[in-house]
Every structure is written in structure tokens, then in C-alpha cells.
């Protein structure tokens, strides 16, 4: 009998049990897990963070749940997967993932926010928060499938406010323990909280997109198990889902029984430093040139004696930005992660405040860099690559390209990388024994009996949230 | 230190100005003084419309629902769901939960291009009304125009795109510009600067856009609903400082996302300020179904009356061979057999059909048991659509015939090009009034229903908004007797 694709997908996220994970896929999840805690954690201490909690501190309800790092700051569930999504992409620090969007951050805040809020009574093991995170994070890739567009680097809409508000819809019916209906009217009733314009990227609004499908995707879980209904072809139609692309052409997910993972096959990219995946490229590429400029490391660069600075880099137009003025925009933009690489000699967290931002070294490289347009480059993750030249007042010339950057999926950070990038996030909110623990519980996430003891981790500690003001 | 944007973030920016400036400039620019009296005389007219549609979708199930959901939230501002004097919830809640109440029939206004422009906006200024410090004092004048600021933005925005004067494909309006909309009104009413009116806008943008396919389901009503829960949420943030694209209006890749075809253009400055609704009036409905249906309805009690001896009369249904409708081709108001309350709503089938039987059609007809009548499935069977190529699904243009075509060959047509409650023959106050009455007689005492009307008929002298807002407490007494 021939299933509507909504079906389907209620199908899935109903159906699909902790036998389904694969061992691939519960290694490469974890792994998520831990970035997206770390950049979470990190992006506590950002304005737009601090704004969104403002806002969101005026909610009190009956269950509450914890804002990530903030022992004593307790919101309802809903937003506290609000503020915690917000911190999350507040920098542009969380996971990229093939076809284009950030998976993890519309999901993970949505679970850790439940996981609290439910009954003493309820218990999940690690692997229930698995196989939750796995089924938001599935749920995503496959409507990500249904168009071509959706493979390259977004114009319209930003994935995560499409694609991330069903993702978590379904992440957050698995765990409620919604049933077949209930499943598919979540989806339905999150279609309608979904999307959220491109030229949002690149301002301080852009964390919310994540931030909102976290808490959006729970309340239409929410409204589903109150009875709410919706379209249950919501995923079919042209005028359902289909609306926010402009071709739309669904499949029917196979069956439970031939079930397999979209993440078994395509790995996601861990950020170095907090920005655009596309400037990572361009960081790589602009760091082997450097060592052509400079006798080592350390020595400063010959910066009068460069004549241009040419990157031919995939034509899209919002990381396009040739003198960005704000944190945001220096996130966004090809021409200041090159000018910073080759100045500084690597690009971090620092690089991107606002002292940073416009210093005037950095002004001067960037009035001698352009970017060009091969026509070879297209804007897709898999495939796009960044050349950096840098033309001396001599007439020498150095060029460098890079197709797959260090943390890409074909070249994944590696373990130790990836926790180092973690400690470094939690270090200003969780004190280093508490970070070892969380280290160590998530790596041995399916063994866990009880999340009580990860989400417990997540407070972060009274001492250090003294420390860190706001 | 010069900015040096590149050619696609700078819009179409003439003698400086953004097209998402020029609104921001509106709004935050236009005073009471701007108000025309054509434009204050219809806009209490879409108020007292809109609260008594309102007050009668707090008996709905999908109000039920959002509330049972709203309630877990509590805050030190609160303000009221209207019609329930007991139940406070945050300001974003309560214009959420009356937002989707206005919605739940949809009986709420219709305008031109095609939104339902009331329901986005005043439920968010209900609340904040409420929500302000005792200090704060809001007169009539002040939440007019608030509102005509929240109504006009939505209307300057489906100017920059031919397809929004249609009936709508995609995306359901009410989330798109109503998010906009109650936005730009909160921002007014919380006096906001312009920097901090341009950037609500932006934030807006990225909670709007919900699509049609929800449209005949339960939570369409949720479009409006948010629309007004997300335009305070943006104006709050906004004053907040938080921050999004100055230049969100004037983009592709902005609010231009929502659209196939965007052509944007600079606002008139203040001095040359003209409001659209002064040149556009909303249809009322008189029925709690797609406007679309009203035009069917009329035409159908106009061929009912060559059917039948007199009005009370029982319709010869056994004679009837079949019913063809002649309608613009809007997919989702095809239903030829509808099987709840949201999809009887969507459906010209549905709408001609009861209308022949029942000699009229009005709220119960909607409910679940007169849906699933047997009588109404009988004709539904016999009933078929037809799309004339010039009837184009334009709520200012389109038409429908109905044609009876008895057992005996006999056959009878009738066309409605207009029909009562549409702006070009417009109910008039005495017809606005008993809707309202109607509405609001399980929810408000009567002298209280009085009350609120002259209230708002009178709403440019009123002093203190409190007065208005006290009355949509509903009543104890009242209160107890409905049931949820």
C-alpha cells in the first residue's frame, strides 16, 4: 500500500528502535554531541546569549530545565532549548553537516531540555538520548534530499530554521514517547514554525534560527501530545514543506527493516574557529601561503611588501564581504579569515572580537584582497575548494588551494583534536574535573544507565559561574 | 570609516534610504495627527469585529489546546485571555492564545491583497497593554494607531509582489506579514526607537512564514497565533538590542525569500503619509468560512429561492440531478467531501450545499454533527467545480455561479459577484454589531457587551485604554457557565 512520505517519516521516528544505531553512527553522534555541548558552553558568554536569556528569564513555569553552564538559571523547557540553541550557533562554532545545514544545535538543546523537565519517575539511558538525537538528526537529512538546492550552500532560507525545526519536532516526539499520529502532527504543526530568510545570517539574529527550531520543534511536539492536529501530508505537498524550495520532489522512506542512516554514510565537519564552514577552506589555504611569506611561524608577516591578495572561492554572496564591521559579519566573510590568517599565522576564537575585527592591519590587508569566481567552484560543501594567492611587490606570486580542510569529513578532526577543542570551549563554565567527567560520560554514552548523571554535568559549577559575568 | 557594501546587500536604496528603513521611519515616525477619519472609522470597525470573533473562538478545541500549552508558562507581567478573567498568561502568550482564538473559525477579517490583517495585530496590543507599568497610559488615539501602523506595514508589504494579491500558493500571509505586522504595532506601542523598530522587523522575519498546506487544519489558526506571539517577541528583543539585517525588507535573500517575484519600493515619506486602508477596505464575514465560500453561499440561497416556495420551506433535494459550481481554481477550497470542522471551512462544496438545504449558513453549521449529515453528503455527491478561465483566484475580482439542474431538465443560475460583507457592499454597523452580539454572548454579560461596544465605537475619546481592556474580562458569572 502506497505511503504518503509524511507517513513515512512518522513511520521512523515512531518505529525506529536503540537496536537500529549502528556502531558508526553512535561514534560520529557522540562526537557531535561533545562539539555541540563545547560550542554551546563557549557561546554562553555571547551578547546575543545573554539577550535571549534577558528575554527568556521573564517565563517561569511548573518544570524548568537548565540553561547550559548556569547552575541557578532554570527556564521551561521550551526555552531553555531556546537560549541553549542560541549559544550553540551564537558564534557559528557548531557542526556543518552534507547537504547543507547544522544539524546538532536544532536537536541536542531540545533533548537536554526534556530529559530534565520529565518526571522523577522517567528514565533514560544514554542510548534512548541516542537513538532521540539520531532520529532528529536523520529526520533532517532526509527532507534535505527532496530538493537539489539543498545541496548547495542555502539562498533563501537557512536550513537550520527549515529543516532544523522538523528535525527536532521528531527528536522530541521520540523521547516524549509520542505515538504513530502524534508523530506525524508534530512534523505537521512544526512546518509551521519553520524558515527563516538567508539575509538574516551574518547579524546577531542568526543564532536564534537555531535557537527557535530547537524550541519550536518542542512545542510542536508538545501541542501534538495536547491533541493539536495538522496537515498529515504536511511532508508531500508542494504547499506543505515543498513551499520553502522551489523544486521539491519527495520519496517514501524505506521501511524499519531496511532502515539505514544517512549519517552512517556522510559524516559531519567540526569548526576549528568560530565561522562560515567556507572560510575554513580559506584559512588552510591562506596558512600555506603564509609559509612561503615568512621564515617561520612566529615572524611577523612582510605585510607592506604584499602587492594583492586574490582568493578564488565559490560564488556566495553572503560570506561575500569585503570590510565586515561586526563580529557577525567577520564570521561571514572569505576576505577577513584570509587578511587574519596571513597576518596572525592562525585564526581562533579571539580572532573574531570586536577589537580584532577592526584593527588596522587587518583593514589594510583587506583593501588589497578580491575574490574571484572560477566557474569550476560551485557552492557545495562536498565539492567547493578555496585558492588563496598572494602577489609581492616584487611580482612573486604564491598560491596555495586547499579542497578538504582539517575537521571536513574526509578529513575528520581527530579525537584528541576534538576534546581539545572542547576543553578549550568549557573551560571559562565547567571547572576541569567536571570537564573530564563529561569527556568521559559522553564517550561512553551507550553505557550510560541513566542521562540524570549527564544532565547533572551540564550545570557547570557555583564557583566558576561567579567567575564568568555576564 | 566608509562602508563598502557589495552591490547585493545594498538593495534598492534611493537618496540613501532602505526600503526597510523607509518602514522603519513609518513606524516609528506616524502620530496620532496622521489618523484619517475613514481610516479610524474602519479600523474600530476590524476592532469590534475582531474581539467578537475572538471571544467566540474560546469555545474552539484548538483554543483549548494552545492554552493547556500556554498555561505551564507564568511571568511577573501577565495579561489576559479574553473572555477569561481568571487565566493570566506572559503578554507573548496571551496575544498567541487570542491570536489563534480571532483565527479558530476563520471568521476573522480579509483584505486586499489577500491576509487576515486584524488577528496578527491586535491580540499583541491587547497584551502589552495589559503588560505595561501602571504609569504607562495609552489613550483610544494611541492604540489606533498602533494597530493602523500594524495593518499598514502588512499592507506595504504585499505591494512588493504580484502573487501576494492572489489567493495565496505557498505561504500562508498571516505568517509572513502578520509577523511583521504585530511587530511594527508593538514596536509603536512600546515606543521603540527607529533603529530599534528597523531591527524588529528584521527579527520578525525570521519567525514568519508558515505553509498552506496547514491551511484546513487545526492549526492554521496557529499562523495567526504566532504571527502575533512572535511580533511582540521581536519587538521585545529588539529592545533588548538585539540585532538582525538592517536591510531585511529590501533583499532577496530577506523577506523577499517568501516570494517567487519581489519587487520592493521606498515608502512615501511622512509628510506624503496615505494609508491603504483608506483606500481598501476588509471584508466582515458573516459565516465562519474561507472568504471564497461567501460568494458561493450567496449565489447558492439566490438559486435555493427559485427551488423552493419560501424561504422555511424543505429543498426538493430528491429533484435536484447535480450542482455545478463555477469558482476560481483555489486547490485548497476544493473539498468535495470534507470530514471535519477545518476542511467544511475550505470547502465550496460544503458551503453551496448546506446553503441549499439549510436556506442559510452560520456558525453551527460548522460543527462536527452537521458536517457529517447524511442529507449533505447526498448532495455533495451530485456537486462538481468548474473553473472558468476568466475567474481568477483574486479576491477582488473572482465570482461564483451556481447552477441547479433538476431531474426534469429545469435548470437554475445564479452568479455572486459581491457579496454582502465584501468591501464593495460593506456590512453595515447595524449587521457589524449583531455579529458581534452574536460572537460575544456566551463570554460577556450583556451590559458589558454594550458597553464594549460603545467603547470601541467611541474608541478616538477614549482617555485610558484600561477601560477597554477591563471589558474583555469577560465575567465570573459568565465565565463559569461555559464550559471549556
Known sequence: MLKSVTESFANIIHG?????????????????ILDTLGVGFLGTSTEVFHKVSQYSKIYSSNTSSMVWGQPD???????????????IHSMDFDDTWHPATHPSGAVLPALTALLESLPQRAKFSGLDLLLAFNIGIEVQGRLMHFSKEASDIPKRFHPPSVVGTLGSA???????????TECQEALAIAA????????NAATQTKPLHIGNAARHGTEAA??????????????????????FYTNYSTKVLPSLDS????????????????????THWVAEAAAAVRRHLVLSDGALLPADHIENIVLRVPDVQYVNRPFPDSEHEARHSFQ?????????????????????????????????????????????????????????????????????FYGHWRNPLNQEDLEK?????????????????????????????DCRVLTTLLKGSEETSKTSSM
Not at 17 to 22: A, D, M, P
Request: hydrophobic share 40%; with cysteine; glycine share 6%.
Open 16 to 32: 525506529l528502535k536503540v537496536g537500529h544505531l549502528t556502531d558508526r553512527v553512535i561514534q560520529r553522534s557522540k562526537r557531535m
Open 73 to 87: 538559571f532554570r527556564l521551561p523547557p521550551s526555552y531553555a532549548a531556546f537560549v541553549n540553541g542560541v549559544a
Open 170 to 180: 521528531a527528536a522530541a516526539s521520540k523521547l516524549l514517547g509520542l505515538s504513530l
Open 192 to 199: 509551521s514554525f519553520a524558515g527563516a530568510p538567508m539575509a
Open 222 to 243: 508538545f501541542l501534538a501530545m495536547l491533541g493539536l492536529q495538522g496537515n498529515k501530508h504536511i511532508l508531500d505537498l508542494a504547499t506543505g514543506f515543498g513551499a
Open 259 to 278: 532502515h539505514s542512516w544517512l549519517l552512517d554514510e556522510q559524516d559531519v565537519a567540526f569548526k576549528r574557529f568560530p565561522a562560515h564552514l567556507a
Open 336 to 404: 577577513y579569515v584570509a587578511c587574519t590568517t596571513l597576518l596572525d599565522g592562525d585564526i581562533a576564537v579571539p580572532s573574531f572580537f570586536k577589537d580584532q575585527v577592526s584593527r588596522p592591519q587587518v583593514t589594510e590587508l583587506l583593501r588589497k584582497t578580491k575574490l574571484e569566481h572560477p566557474s569550476d567552484n560551485l557552492p557545495n560543501f562536498n565539492t567547493l575548494y578555496c585558492e588563496v594567492s598572494v602577489t609581492l611587490k616584487n611580482g612573486a606570486t604564491f598560491t596555495e588551494c586547499c579542497n578538504t
Open 421 to 449: 577543542k572542547f576543553r578549550a570551549n568549557a573551560t571559562k563554565v565547567l571547572p576541569p574535573n567536571k570537564m573530564e567527567n563529561l569527556i568521559n560520560t559522553v564517550k561512553k554514552l551507550e553505557d550510560l544507565e
